[in-house]
């Protein structure tokens, strides 16, 4: 009798975990083992209560870099977007706007597999990061206990706008922005002196997600992105944006697999993780990246520099998260790579949540420790997480402790500030991202109006001087 495994195609093998381009000899496979391998299996009827009617199963897989071009270690992978992704790429909250690039279509399967280094693979690459971190986000509210959708800074109840993302927009650019007034986030591309190669901002999972981490923060904290604030202020949106790029790898197990064996399970070992944008980093001649989020930085040697004093909060939060890491490790119980996971997950809700639960103006880095202190113990944590927190903060002089680090935290004791703003200290933005020197978080009216103001006191102090010299 001929065996039933023989009607299978012998000429037509595919790899495993091959996604493939549509072809007819991949369809005559898959007919082929759905008819002999994989029975369908009837639908339950009627349809079990928790599937909605209104809620299909939709998903695309995408293509894109998991790091910078530059991290071969990690290179180009595949993720899963589990809502439904149309043309361009786009969804209900964001939306393609690449300026030359035709709209993107999904392949027979819904997915968007293109090719690296193309403009299209730019286009689904920079989508899908926006939309892996906007996803974090809300899930992190959620687990935290806040069930509502993060908005854009111009959403209201009549206003749902998408985020408008642009991968090529800024030709000859060496920077990436968040705009607020153009709905947008864009994303420039330039030759570094002494290279034929261009390097496209859009194209670093780092950069994408610093800046789509400004959008999630103005729609929060729409008063913070304000030039007119403290110092401090300006830092925590700066720091934020690292923080997501940081919380975005660790959401993502393949990531935090590759950081495991990077370090040895010890996250001040270098690594790919605390490295930010390291292909713009090499592109000016640094050895790392553009920033290092595991650093030893105090407030008292940043002055008002917002790039600097940004790296003060960063490099506490990421103390605080290494601490709990090692704190929760049982090697002998649970792969170091699910505890990393669920440490970076926790800690992207803590600081959201922290963030959140600020003043509307004016914050401090003590401002939000503190709220991270209360926070962390209105969780049930153990007291080891609010230790951590203390003592990584007083040690970076955001606050001051009246115990010694050496003693446990009081679940109700809040801390006083350490180094602080001076009075009136203005904000020094010149090094930061596009964001942060865009001018229009800046009053520009105000500072012109200062210099109209000090020519017409002048011209009327000439004038009491000569009365014959009329004014203009």
């Not at 968007?112 to 509210?141: C, K, S, W």
């Not at 008063?223 to 300006?234: E, I, V, Y």
């Not at 713009?280 to 002055?303: Q, V, Y």
């Not at 509307?360 to 230790?387: E, F």
């Amino acid at each position: 009798m001929e065996r039933r495994t023989s009607m299978l195609p012998k000429a037509v093998e595919v790899p495993v975990g091959f996604v493939p381009t549509p072809s007819a000899p991949y369809r005559i496979h898959r007919k082929a083992v759905q008819n002999v391998l994989e029975p369908g299996h009837p639908r339950p009827d009627p349809v079990p209560a928790h599937v909605s009617a209104r809620s299909p199963v939709f998903g695309s897989r995408v293509l894109l870099w998991k790091q910078d071009p530059s991290v071969s270690e990690i290179g180009t992978r595949k993720a899963f977007l589990p809502g439904l992704v149309l043309d361009g790429p786009r969804d209900a909250r964001i939306v393609n706007g690449a300026p030359g690039i035709p709209a993107v279509s999904p392949n027979a399967f819904g997915d968007f597999i293109l090719a690296p280094g193309t403009d299209q693979f730019d286009a689904a690459h920079t989508f899908a990061v926006v939309r892996e971190t906007l996803t974090m986000y809300q899930r992190a509210l959620a687990s935290g206990g806040i069930q509502a959708p993060l908005p854009w800074q111009w959403n209201s109840g009549s206003n749902s706008d998408p985020l408008e993302v642009f991968p090529h927009g800024l030709p000859n650019v060496m920077n990436a922005y968040y705009s607020r007034n153009q709905q947008s986030l864009k994303f420039g591309d330039f030759i570094p002196s002494g290279s034929a190669a261009r390097v496209f901002t859009c194209r670093s999972f780092d950069i994408v997600s610093h800046e789509t981490g400004h959008a999630i923060l103005d729609g929060l904290k729409p008063g913070w992105l304000l030039a007119g604030n403290p110092p401090q202020t300006g830092g925590l949106h700066e720091s934020f944006g690292d923080l997501t790029a940081i919380f975005l790898a660790l959401s993502q197990l393949d990531q935090v697999e590759a950081v495991i064996a990077q370090t040895k399970a010890d996250l001040h070992n270098k690594s790919f993780l605390a490295d930010m944008a390291e292909q713009f980093g090499l592109a000016l001649g640094r050895p790392n990246g553009l920033r290092n989020a595991d650093n030893d930085l105090k407030l008292s040697e940043t002055g008002t520099e917002v790039h600097a004093i940004s790296q003060v909060f960063t490099g506490a939060v990421y103390d605080i998260l290494a601490d709990i890491f090692s704190f929760e490790r049982r090697p002998g119980l649970q792969d170091d790579a699910l505890v990393l996971h669920q440490a970076g997950s926790y800690m992207a809700s803590l600081v959201l949540r922290s963030l959140i639960a600020a003043p509307a103006s004016a914050a401090t880095y003590a401002d939000v420790a503190n709220k991270m202190l209360s926070i962390a113990n209105a969780d049930g944590k153990p007291v080891q997480y609010r230790n951590f927190i203390r003592n990584r903060f007083t040690v970076r002089e955001v606050v001051t402790s009246p115990l010694a680090l050496t003693e446990d935290m009081p679940a109700d004791m809040m801390l006083e500030p350490a180094v602080q703003d001076a009075p009136g200290a203005l904000q020094d933005r010149r090094a930061c991202c596009g964001t942060m020197t865009n001018a229009e978080y800046f009053d520009t009216n105000e500072i012109f109006n200062d210099e109209l103001d000090a020519l017409m006191r002048s011209l009327k102090s000439e004038q009491k001087k000569r009365p014959e010299v009329a004014l203009r």
